[in-house]
């Protein structure tokens, strides 16, 4: 039983590690985005 504990907990662990990682990745790409979209159109005209 114990056992099962500690490597659901793990599990657990690496999931809000995941999580959170997912977050600053979404973070990352939507100020990449923003950057992208604002410099474009400078370029061209």
Do not use: C, H, N
Not at 12 to 28: A, G, P
């Amino acid at each position: 039983g114990s056992r099962q504990m500690s490597i659901s907990k793990r599990a657990l662990d690496t999931v809000e590690l995941f999580t959170q990682i997912e977050i600053y990745v979404l973070v990352f790409l939507a100020i990449v985005i923003q950057i992208i979209v604002m410099y474009k159109p400078k370029e061209k005209s």
